[in-house]
């Protein structure tokens, strides 16, 4: 569902009642802005840092940089001493 929203002379912008009970959204809740094309992404930062936290989480176990980077090193040792 669409709402309208109108920016006040300081710029600033009122979540009508409605929107804010869909969400969640409490008084004191931080929002993190960003642009997305021509369009304004509100999203809550609890969310947004629990996103990341799961994302991280989810690499964990897949990826080691500090572990390719050894093993390169170790191959770049092997190339030298057999040349």
């Known amino acids: 569902m669409a709402h309208s929203l109108r920016?006040?002379?300081?710029?600033?912008?009122v979540l009508p009642s409605a929107m804010r009970?869909?969400?969640?959204?409490?008084?004191?809740?931080?929002?993190?802005?960003?642009?997305?094309?021509?369009r304004i992404v509100l999203e809550l930062r609890r969310d947004l840092l629990r996103e990341m936290q799961e994302e991280l989480r989810g690499a964990?176990?897949?990826r080691s940089l500090v572990d390719e980077l050894i093993a390169?090193?170790?191959?770049?040792?092997a190339r030298e001493r057999s040349s």
């Open 21 to 38: 009970r869909e969400l969640g959204i409490e008084p004191g809740d931080q929002l993190a802005a960003r642009i997305d094309g021509r």
């Open 72 to 77: 390169e090193r170790r191959d770049e040792a």
């Open 7 to 13: 920016i006040g002379a300081q710029g600033r912008l």
């Open 60 to 62: 964990r176990g897949k």
